[in-house]
């Protein structure tokens, strides 16, 4: 195992005074946990890097990158080491890839599930720039008799139930790779990798949980058996369903980010707003339901992305004061849709039931429902008329 593992960590609490100024929502100070405001993911098509959720799992390892190597090693024909001046000179790819953490809107199961009490933050997207996977797996070219590609990052800590200190390590399979487009990232946004976000390298697999995008890589071991460390077969598994299937591909979700839970809303026009992903398939479409009213799809917004999410809108009239629900329902191209509660499991993860936020919509002011009436009728005003996508011009 790499000395580089006994590295210095950086100070949290500089970490943390960043992520509160960033007004990231702090989940946990040491190892920082906090998710992305809602104000960064409403209408966005990449989350700014100091706004980008944060998952970690232990202290965040401060590597000085004219030290830093990552090595290749294992079951192939040659053992290989990177500096990360040798990963610049070869060919970059970038791509726009949606980020979640698997235990995103945990609180949605009945009863707590252990972890982080997330709600609906720890997702982000970014520009991701390095080079692929693949291209460094064939120069080392894995021996016949390989299974598994393992990769360890530089973090590492105590755990429940383990006596020794424990790496975070994760691995793939052959074939998961081949189809992942999976890269060596080490640009976010077009700058250095922040710190907190796996500086100066990791892993991203588009598609797959945050947990399979290991942070400050610095190995890369070609492995002929399946991998059973702690993080592989104790934690990011579907404990409680069954055969406690692993942890992999994003569950489809849409996300409401406008209104947000609690927002009075004036009556009359008004555009819901919205983010949608899956890691199986490309979003096909997100329906909308303003309480019992029937649904209505909504708009998606600009080109889809392959690996990041999918903005939507619904332009919509909010008539009858009082208390109400908005609620939006994703479905990918691979018919995989949201069910109306989370599926439970032990750990709690991919809870990703229909997204339902709370609203109040204003009674009207003094003398306004006279000239409203006279102008359109009170059986106007708890109508269904007027929901829909507004038409597009030319």
């Not at 989940?27 to 104000?39: D, F, I, R, T, V």
């Not at 052959?174 to 060596?184: P, V």
Request: glycine letters at 10%; aromatic letters at 8%.
């Amino acid at each position: 195992m790499s000395d580089i593992l006994t590295a210095a960590i950086v100070d949290h609490e500089v970490l943390t005074r960043q992520a509160r100024d960033a007004g990231l929502i702090l989940q946990q100070a040491n190892p920082l946990n906090a998710e992305a405001p809602m104000s960064a993911l409403n209408g966005a098509e990449i989350t700014p890097n100091a706004q980008f959720y944060v998952r970690n799992h232990f202290s965040v390892p401060a590597l000085d990158a004219a030290d830093w190597q990552l090595t290749e090693t294992g079951s192939v024909e040659h053992l290989l080491a990177f500096r990360l001046h040798d990963l610049y000179a070869m060919r970059s790819v970038t791509q726009v890839v949606t980020l979640e953490c698997a235990g995103n809107n945990r609180v949605a199961f009945q009863g707590q599930a252990p972890g982080e009490q997330w709600r609906l933050g720890a997702v982000s997207t970014a520009e991701w720039t390095g080079v692929p996977l693949v291209e460094i797996l064939d120069r080392a070219k894995p021996t016949p008799g390989a299974r598994e590609v393992l990769f360890r990052g530089a973090d590492c800590g105590p755990v429940d139930g383990q006596s020794r200190t424990v790496s975070f390590e994760r691995s793939l399979s052959l074939d998961d790779i081949a189809d992942s487009n999976a890269l060596l990232a080490y640009q976010m946004n077009g700058a250095p990798l922040p710190s907190q976000h796996g500086y100066p390298l990791r892993l991203i697999v588009p598609g797959w949980y945050g947990v399979a995008s290991v942070k400050w890589l610095t190995e890369i071991d070609v492995i002929d058996h399946a991998f059973d460390g702690y993080f592989q077969t104790e934690r990011y598994r579907y404990v409680g369903l069954p055969g406690g299937p692993p942890v992999r591909h994003q569950r489809v979700r849409a996300l409401i980010t406008e209104p947000v839970a609690g927002q009075v809303i004036n009556r009359g026009e008004m555009t819901i707003r919205g983010l949608a992903w899956s890691g199986f398939a490309p979003i096909a479409g997100v329906r909308v339901r303003v309480g019992e009213r029937r649904w209505h799809d909504a708009h998606l917004v600009g080109p889809p992305q392959p690996h990041g999410w999918r903005r939507w809108e619904l332009h919509t009239r909010l008539n009858q004061p009082g208390n109400t629900t908005v609620r939006a329902r994703a479905i990918d191209t691979s018919g995989r849709s949201q069910p109306d509660h989370p599926r439970w499991n032990a750990l709690g993860y991919g809870a990703n039931p229909a997204h339902t936020v709370p609203i109040q919509i204003a009674k009207p002011r003094r003398g306004e429902r006279r000239r409203r009436g006279k102008q359109m009728g009170d059986s106007d005003l708890s109508s269904d008329a007027g929901i829909g996508p507004r038409p597009r011009r030319g």
